[in-house]
């Protein structure tokens, strides 16, 4: 079974770092483009930053120059920093793969991510 286990959130104030961690199951992680979706209350999930199997990024403008994804294929996991964190950063954070090799998509549960101003 995939699993996908996403750890690292919690409350933070405005101007703080928290880095979130994601593992994955082996069987598909060194194949798979990785990414962090966040949803806020109210909003629609929305692709924060992206990191393909071989290692491009792209991010979403609003956290350009504060995120960074990396990934280490040694211990499955998709890592996410965050700094200078902004209320509006506030939202659960959610970890997905997409594996080239089962063409299918999988997703973690969430964890939350609340930044108090």
């Known amino acids: 079974q995939v699993e996908l286990v996403e750890s690292g959130g919690g409350l933070v104030q405005a101007g703080g770092s928290l880095r979130l961690s994601c593992a994955a199951s082996a069987i598909i992680f060194s194949t798979s483009d990785m990414a962090w979706f966040r949803q806020a209350p109210g909003k629609q999930r929305e692709l924060v930053a992206r990191?393909?199997?071989?290692?491009?990024?792209n991010y979403a403008d609003s956290v350009k120059d504060r995120f960074t994804i990396s990934r280490d294929n040694v211990k499955n996991t998709v890592y996410l920093q965050m700094n200078s964190l902004k209320p509006e950063d506030t939202a659960v954070y959610y970890c997905?793969?997409?594996?080239?090799?089962?063409?299918?998509?999988?997703w973690g549960q969430g964890t939350q991510v609340t930044v108090s101003s």
């Open positions: 990191i393909s199997f071989i290692g491009s990024v």
């Open positions: 997905y793969g997409n594996s080239r090799t089962r063409r299918a998509d999988y």
